[in-house]
């Protein structure tokens, strides 16, 4: 791999600053360093009990409260992972335009102190299991304990290896929506497994074909992420594509699997694939053109797929409650 020079806005760890460096307070990095930006990913936690809505005879308490108390013990235990995976790839943090400013990598935290960070996080995770209903801890604890490991898998070695590292971020996404079902006592269905993930794969490659089209060469994303010299441009182009279209069949196949709730002369979740299509094309386009180097990123601020994004939403929970109700009134649901 080629020798990238540091470069001059960053203070390498253990070095002091200068006053023109304008660093921003402790706390403040503490937070960037746990990227609550990111907790938006435990959402998949209730990807399983939104969706059992429909069927399950539970109360909303029983349903959604566990659920959402596992999906802020996974964003926790994230958080720690990225603490962890940030003191590891401080190094090469350095090389990248973005990523040069995060705390460790800019030298505003120290390694010692950031491990320290990360354990409790860890800890502050495993202690939300407490007020999870003590029938399904077991499973929600092993669905989190899998995740961490996974994790570290990726930090240590799967980062590393082509393929492999982005079937090791996605399996992440599958446990998260795991662990949502166990907690709600929800059955995962397998085409909603199959759709997170291949949606995870097409973020993850989407997030690499995006480094190279933000970073200018190939030499420049191999600098900043090892992997990418495994890839080349046109294999991320293909399958960017190929799994975007595998998660827009699994989430067809799952529609289709749902008829016989949501039939009203047709199936009305059919409708949802529309912004489903229109949101997943526009990541293509905008990552193809650069604009953005992170699908998170693209979620963010462009405001095409946060509208479609938003329809999506909107019409699938008006969904799920309405048909809920439907079912429960006309005795469909015990």
Known sequence: MPETALPKSVVPAGE????????????????????????????????????????????????????????????????????????????????????????IASGAVRPRAAWVYAALLALAAASL??????????????????????VTAYSWLLKHVVIADVIGLSLGFVLRVLGGCAAAGVEPSTWLLNCTFFLAMFLAFGKRLGERRSLGSDEAAAAARAVQEAYTSDLLRMVVVVTAVATLLSYAGYVQAKETLYWQGFNLLWLTV???????????????????????????????????AGVFAFLTIWLLVAFRQWGMAAGAIP
């Not at 399950?56 to 996974?74: D, I, N, S, Y």
């Not at 299991?129 to 996974?150: E, M």
């Not at 979620?299 to 509208?307: I, S």
Request: charged fraction near 20%.
């Open 16 to 103: 002091p600053r200068t006053a023109s460096a304008a660093p921003r307070p402790l706390p403040v990095q503490y937070l960037r360093l746990a990227r609550p930006h990111q907790w938006a990913k435990s959402a998949f936690v209730m990807v399983g009990p939104l969706y059992g809505m429909s069927d399950h005879k539970g109360t909303w308490q029983e349903l959604l409260l566990p659920a959402l108390v596992a999906a802020v013990a996974f964003a926790l235990a994230s958080s720690a992972c990225y603490v962890v995976n940030d003191i590891m790839d401080a190094e090469a943090d350095r090389a990248h335009p973005r990523k040069r400013n995060r705390p």
């Open 129 to 150: 299991l407490l007020v999870i209903p003590a029938s399904v801890r077991p499973w929600v604890a092993a669905a989190l304990g899998l995740y961490v490991l996974n």
């Open 274 to 308: 529309l912004p489903a299509t229109f949101g997943l094309l526009r990541c293509i386009v905008l990552l193809e053109r650069g604009d953005f180097d992170d699908p998170t990123e693209l979620a963010l601020h462009d405001r095409a797929f946060q509208l479609a």
